[in-house]
């Protein structure tokens, strides 16, 4: 007998009488003003949020950001908010992003209750590394959709196929030195959020 | 006139009478008829938290038989009526008469809050009192909410001993961390019982506490057997002595 | 005094480095209490989540082979162990079919159970951990003493210590922020230079064949999706039926581990990306025997928050490599004894049964009734210190008799008072090591008692 077979017949055997499905959770939590909890939860682990009202305004303050204008390599998947600098279908090999300083990447919607932004890897496709291996993190969502917790985001979520996704909530981090919070582990250094609408 | 048969843990009867003597002051204070049914000797926890079952089921079975005559069965001890109420049925499952004993066996200050539905008893304790929450008490019987839980608060035995006149209910840092007590673990791993008990007596004392007290003999025979070995400025006192009057 | 009271009372001897470990643990602990409140539905989410758990397993097979039905769909190579020896020679293969020598890891319990690491470097593989906390371990040839906060026993200057003797960081160094940046840099070559990224899971969905890995850092997502080979491994009980369940557990996860609302990456993996190769390696080992009893199955329910190590006093003083187990503190005290019952009899009773671990379990185990019932089992076994049974037995006798209780009693009170303390404390042994003896009344409550109902 295979592993598979093993194992799946010594699961069947020990199987406990079936116990139903519970149902959904009942009131969960809300906000008042989610845009506003989301950036809140997002400065609390480090991130900054910015809303803007049009994208003409989008791109002015993306340009405006310090890590932004300080950057050699700018990769952009939503040219409306930049230009970007590094011509992104021409690569297939995530390897080659490793210089890249910015990356400004589109999410979908935000969720209140604990800063994090869903972000679709369709776009990236082989280069879905570029999120984490680039040294700042732009996200752009619009429209600015703000949900209030993970359950509406799942309620919008489609796995249908093969593909990538991604919350991200923040810059990377780590606190394995004695507990003192350290911004920017091994993904980027800085997050910075654009609500846009 | 509520009849009360009264359970006395085996060390509390040997170590401590006063803690007994204080119970039955306290029911009779608050109109009950208390009887000590002398057949009683010990619980069982000791031999069921060692493992062995064998050992701790005819205790069970005479708790039972001695025990189930009682309307109400009040002791001065959580970790003693957890036993009963929540343990006993694993050693006895199939005892039909079991589950309306344990259902009636109270720890002290439950019986007073829950039973008699008396929510202060008066009487006059001016001093800085240390609560130390037994956690059988606290997350068995759930006399209080714990600090783990997102749960309203509530927390009867500090109801009592809030109503006391005089009396000062220190802040301790950690509301509801473990004596280190533990039965047999007291001293199986008695380098780590000892330092959770000396960190609980450095948080009363931080705390400003003069005496340290709680529903369970056990835990103060331990904290108060470490301050009086460190020479700290803290007594202990079982709840039901200061809940019948007794000075410290 | 067994295996681990012993390292235990080593660990408590160094009583300034064992205040600073629970202080730092404690302060962990009060983080989850603080996120924990700011979800006023936080106890019916437990519930929620215990009850999805419950349901899970109890069709595990079922939605195992729904997950792997979908995984392949997606693209997935699925190969299933039933030992850590079949784990890593299912890893192993896929490096060596593909001529592949450089691996990256992110953190994995279930690898560490399986030992892959020393397995994979005997047969030649590069293997470089890289979440920071499990490569300061692996720097310094140790296992992790936490699950989720792998180096939380080594002080700062240790750290510098190592990172300047493997990274080259100037000598003396401690600062954490320093040292980060130099395992950024540092790991950040061993990222690109990988051939192979291998990562654990949290979540795996049956509806869907995906699976979900949450890091703070990003390494596993460098792991994943830098080099073009993605090996995931995963226990069987990782399985969560459909995406939505995600919520609940998600919700309850973070908070519980460190008290943030959300790890920073919480990735979704559907199939291998485009021109990569995705293994999914199912692992039992000891999963399905647990399921089969009743009093433990529960333990299934885990999903590695370390919320009871956090809460755990005994944890906190004593450390986790004391438990000499891959998981540590009350949960690896339930687990531990299921595979190797003899090796670990005496876990169940590096416990005082406080219960706070199971009021912090964000899946409801009832961990501090598994520890008693393993108690039980373990004694049933034979497989508790002879001498403890004798005592239980012993202790049983004279209880069943009041007349010999009350005679030993008085006979105990006697002796307290009158044998001279240095023999007290001899035959006291442990206990008077640091405690005063309890008092010795003349009179035990029923005599007190007794005498008060003859008064007149």
Redesign the interface.
């Known amino acids: 007998m ?3 077979e ?3 017949a ?13 149902p ?6 809300t906000f008042e003003d989610p845009g506003a909890q989301f950036a809140r ?1 997002l400065g609390e ?1 480090g991130g900054s949020c910015f809303r803007v009202p049009s994208e003409d305004a989008l791109r002015a303050a993306v340009a405006a950001l310090p890590v932004v204008a300080a950057a050699k390599k700018v990769a952009s998947l939503v040219p409306e908010a930049h230009p970007g600098n590094v011509h992104l279908a021409a690569i ?1 090999d ?2 080659a992003l ?1 210089s890249v300083d910015v990356a400004v990447a589109r999410g979908e919607f935000a969720v209140a ?4 932004v869903w972000v679709p890897g369709a776009a990236l ?2 280069r ?2 570029l ?3 680039c040294q700042h993190l732009v996200l752009v969502v619009d429209p600015g959709v703000v949900v209030h ?3 509406e ?3 919008r ?1 489609r ?1 249908d ?20 919070l ?1 911004i ?5 250094r800085s997050a910075a959020v654009f609500l846009v609408g | 006139m509520t009849e009360v048969g009264l359970f006395i843990p085996c060390y509390v009867d040997q170590c401590y009478p006063e803690v007994g003597m204080a119970t039955v002051r306290v029911l009779e204070k608050l109109g009950c008829r208390v009887d000590f049914p002398e057949a009683q000797t010990c619980c069982g926890q000791p031999m069921a938290n060692a493992g062995c079952g064998d050992a701790a089921r005819p205790l069970a079975e005479r708790f039972v038989d001695i025990f189930e005559r009682y309307p109400y069965v009040v002791c001065p001890s959580g970790s003693c009526t957890a036993m009963v109420r929540r343990h006993y049925a694993d050693l006895l499952p199939s005892s039909a008469r079991l589950p309306a004993v344990a259902g009636k066996t109270y720890e002290l200050c439950e019986f007073i809050v829950d039973v008699l539905g008396v929510a202060r008893i008066a009487g006059r304790f001016p001093h800085r009192v240390g609560l130390h929450q037994s956690c059988h008490a606290l997350r068995e019987l759930r006399l209080g909410s714990g600090t783990e839980r997102i749960v309203p608060g509530f927390n009867k035995v500090r109801g009592l001993l809030a109503a006391l006149e005089g009396i000062t209910l220190v802040d301790l840092e950690r509301a509801d961390e473990c004596c280190g007590f533990g039965g047999v673990f007291s001293v199986e791993e008695e380098a780590v019982s000892c330092a959770m008990g000396k960190d609980r007596l450095a948080d009363h004392q931080k705390a400003g506490a003069e005496v340290i007290t709680g529903v369970d003999m056990s835990c103060l025979m331990h904290l108060g057997g470490l301050a009086r070995r460190q020479k700290r400025p803290l007594r202990v006192q079982h709840v039901a002595e200061i809940l019948a009057g007794a000075a410290p | 005094m067994t295996a681990h009271s012993a390292r235990a009372a080593a660990f408590v001897a160094n009583e300034a480095r064992m205040h600073w470990h629970d202080t ?1 643990l404690w ?2 602990r009060s983080k989850r209490d603080r996120a924990a409140a700011s ?3 936080w106890e ?2 437990r ?2 989540a215990a ?2 758990k ?2 899970t ?5 079922e939605y ?2 729904a997950f792997e039905r979908n995984a392949l769909r ?2 997935a190579v699925v190969h ?3 030992t850590p020896d ?1 784990h890593n020679r299912a890893v192993l293969s896929i490096l060596e079919e593909r001529g592949l020598k450089r691996l990256v890891k992110s953190k994995s319990m279930l690898t560490e159970e399986c030992h892959l690491n020393g397995f994979l470097e005997a047969r030649g593989i590069e293997v470089v951990d ?4 499990e490569r ?1 371990v692996q720097l310094a040839r140790e296992t992790p003493s936490h699950i989720v ?4 026993h ?3 200057e240790e ?1 510098g210590e190592l990172f300047h003797e493997h990274l080259h960081t100037a000598a003396g160094a401690s600062d ?2 320093y ?3 130099a ?2 840099g540092h ?2 070559e061993k ?2 230079a990988a051939e192979a990224g291998l990562t654990g899971v949290n979540f795996a ?1 049956a509806e ?1 064949g ?1 699976f979900v890995v949450c890091t ?4 596993a ?2 792991g994943a ?2 080099p073009r080979v993605h090996i995931a491994s995963m226990g ?1 009980e990782k399985l969560v ?1 459909r ?2 369940d ?3 557990f ?2 309850l996860l973070a908070r519980s581990a ?1 008290g ?17 190769e995705l293994h999914l390696v ?1 692992v ?1 080992n000891g999963r ?2 647990l ?2 009893s ?1 009093a433990h ?1 529960r333990a299934l329910s885990c999903i590695r928050c370390g919320a009871c190590m956090n809460t755990c006093p005994v944890f906190r003083r004593s450390g986790g490599h004391s438990y000499d187990a891959t998981v540590p503190g009350p949960i690896g005290s339930v687990l531990a004894p299921s595979r190797e019952p003899g090796r670990y009899a005496g876990l169940p009773f590096a416990s005082s049964l406080c219960g706070s671990c199971d009021d912090v379990c964000p899946v409801r185990i009832d961990l501090h009734q598994q520890l008693l019932t393993w108690r039980h089992e373990l004694g049933e076994r034979r497989l508790t210190p002879a001498p403890k049974r004798a005592a239980a037995r012993l202790g049983s006798f004279v209880l069943a008799r009041p007349w010999l209780y009350r005679a030993l009693g008085w006979l105990g009170r006697a002796a307290l008072r009158w044998v001279p303390r240095p023999v007290l404390a001899l035959v006291a042994g442990p206990w008077a090591r640091q405690r005063e003896l309890p008092p010795a009344p003349r009179l035990s409550f029923r005599a007190e008692f007794g005498r008060r109902r003859v008064r007149p």
């Open positions: 295979s592993a598979r093993t194992i799946l010594a699961l069947r055997r020990s199987a406990p009488p079936g116990v139903p499905r519970p959904p959770p009942g009131g969960t939590l939860m682990v297939d995530p390897h490793a209750e604990n800063g994090a496709g082989p879905r590394a999120l984490f291996v917790t993970l359950h985001a799942y309620a979520l796995f196929g093969p593909g990538f996704g991604c919350f991200i909530s923040g810059p990377s981090k780590t606190a394995d030195i004695e507990q003192a350290v920017g582990a091994h993904g980027a | 730092a302060h962990v979800v006023p539905e019916e989410l519930t929620q009850a999805l419950a349901h397993v109890s069709r595990l097979a195992l082979e997606l693209g299933w162990a039933s079949d890289t979440d920071l906390g300061i906060l792998p180096a939380i080594k002080k700062k750290i954490p922020k040292l980060t940046e395992a950024r790991l950040r990222f690109l969905i869907t995906g703070n850092e990003g390494n997502d460098l999706s830098l069987v039926p995406a939505a995600l919520a609940v998600l919700r460190t943030q609302p959300v790890t920073t990456y919480t990735s979704h993996f559907h199939g291998p990306r485009a021109g990569g199912i039992d399905s025997a399921l089969a009743e199955r």
